[in-house]
């Protein structure tokens, strides 16, 4: 269990910016996972401040969540980046294959799956300007890349098999259905099933506590 530390003179060796329920809450999932000891920050992202009232394009010039500080002040972006990094922070928890590995690369091309076909295609549904009929154009792409994951999921409790960062990020995108009008158990039972499996996990109860999304 790691201690959450979110003083602006953490003395903890990873720092992870976030907002709650964004995609951060992928890493912030694995560092749970993970068993290492990190610190959390919020970020506003209307304002760009952090909850110390630091100015977040510092931290990230693109202004969006995550955002992984290192120790050694080395600042990493992007989601998948970020939990490849983590995992092999932390080997023994087997939350990535081996680098290298065909397995590896297994791991990857679903995060970019998971990534360019699933989490950009609720972008629209985020965005105030869209029109009914982008919206439900949006909700059709996502629709069908649902089915294909669905169709993934056969014969496995988790995308690759056992838990993975993968399945960590997947989790946090599907939880945007709720909020955009996205049905992803409907007629999809095996992602219904799967979504309440990792939900139920102690570290992601434990980033949703620590995110203020649930009690």
């Not at 023994?92 to 590896?104: D, G, H, Q, Y």
């Not at 970019?112 to 609720?122: G, L, Y």
């Not at 059709?140 to 098999?161: P, S, T, W």
Request: net charge neutral; with cysteine.
């Amino acid at each position: 269990m790691s201690e959450m530390d979110t003083g602006p003179a953490s003395s903890r060796a990873i720092k992870l910016y976030y907002s709650p329920g964004a995609c951060s809450l992928s890493p912030h999932i694995v560092l749970a996972e993970s068993g290492l000891a990190y610190g959390i920050e919020k970020v506003d992202l209307k304002t760009k401040k952090t909850e110390t009232g630091a100015d977040f394009f510092a931290v990230n010039p693109a202004g969006y969540v995550p955002a992984l500080v290192l120790d050694n002040g080395e600042v990493l972006t992007e989601g998948p980046a970020i939990v490849q990094y983590l995992a092999d922070q932390a080997p023994a928890k087997k939350l990535a294959p081996p680098a290298a590995s065909f397995e590896r690369v297994r791991l990857q091309e679903m995060l970019n799956f998971i990534s360019t076909e699933v989490h950009k295609s609720f972008s629209p549904l985020f965005n105030p300007a869209s029109s009914e009929e982008t919206k439900a154009a949006a909700r059709a792409l996502i629709g069908r890349r649902l089915d294909v994951l669905e169709q993934k999921l056969a014969g496995r409790d988790y995308l690759l098999g056992d838990f993975s960062v993968a399945d960590a990020y997947l989790y946090t995108v599907l939880s945007w259905g709720r909020l955009v009008g996205v049905d992803i158990k409907e007629g999809r039972p095996r992602l219904g099933e799967y979504w309440s499996r990792v939900k139920a996990r102690p570290a992601v109860q434990q980033a949703m506590k620590e995110e203020g999304l649930i009690k």
